[in-house]
């Protein structure tokens, strides 16, 4: 069962810029994290915001989360060519994580 | 350093075979789980323990096995009755289960039939 969905699921960015990746739930959340996956490596955790938290910054990654409307998005700034890697985030359901499909960026030099 | 070492890095099975991956962790965790990654999706949830000697299936059990004798391994034994077993399979672990937590990965094993 796929709670969380990403947007866009693909992103190309030149050096310097600014990415943004959303995801979107279908139901209530504790907490909702993201996480990024360079290729053939395991996932690495970024970031994890609560329900009740709207904006969390940690470096240059700014994440927000909208209770509202189930959705948060990921923000990384002024991106480098290491931030190459998809993007998961993934929520809390029954005790368990449930991760998205991910976003693929690529940050060209 | 503490971490999650998961081995072999890449594995065959033949037709009819069980094969064993391993997951060891030096965190203290707790909580561990088990996903499989194919190509283009998202990690699903096969199988977790929230402590020694107990265990629950996640999402995508069935052709999977477990089990966790020591709080440091977790290994998933991947038999024949899984037809589809091409795929890459992640290991985890968190101090505790509940989602409220970050979850550690291991670096992976890709398991392709011969």
């Known amino acids: 069962s796929q709670q969380g969905e990403e947007d866009p699921q693909a992103l190309s960015i030149q050096e310097g810029e600014n990415a943004t990746m959303n995801c979107s739930y279908k139901?209530?959340?504790?907490?909702l994290q993201w996480y990024r996956q360079n290729s053939g490596r395991g996932l690495v955790h970024l970031i994890l915001?609560?329900?009740?938290?709207r904006e969390k910054h940690s470096g240059r990654l700014r994440v927000t989360l909208d209770t509202s409307k189930k959705s948060s998005s990921l923000l990384i700034t002024a991106s480098r060519a290491a931030d190459t890697a998809s993007y998961f985030c993934?929520?809390?359901?029954?005790?368990?994580?449930?991760f998205g499909q991910g976003t693929e960026l690529s940050v060209k030099p | 350093d503490g971490g999650i070492t998961q081995s072999p890095k890449y594995l065959f099975r033949k037709e009819g075979q069980n094969v064993t991956l391993s997951c060891e962790q030096n965190?203290?965790?707790?909580?561990m789980y088990w996903y499989r990654q194919d190509p283009g999706q998202g990690l699903r949830l096969i199988y977790y323990?929230?402590?020694?000697?107990?265990?629950q299936k996640g999402d995508i059990a069935e052709g999977y096995s477990v089990s966790r004798e020591k709080k440091e391994s977790f290994p998933l034994t991947v038999t024949s009755a899984q037809k589809n077993p091409t795929a890459f399979y992640l290991c985890?672990?968190?101090?505790?289960?509940?989602?409220?937590?970050?979850?550690?990965f291991g670096d992976g094993t890709r398991l392709s039939i011969l």
């Open positions: 985890a672990s968190s101090a505790e289960t509940g989602g409220h937590q970050p979850q550690h």
């Open positions: 139901t209530s959340i504790n907490n």
């Open positions: 915001i609560r329900s009740n938290e």
């Open positions: 993934a929520t809390d359901q029954g005790g368990k994580l449930i």
């Open positions: 965190l203290n965790h707790d909580a």
């Open positions: 323990s929230q402590i020694v000697n107990d265990f």
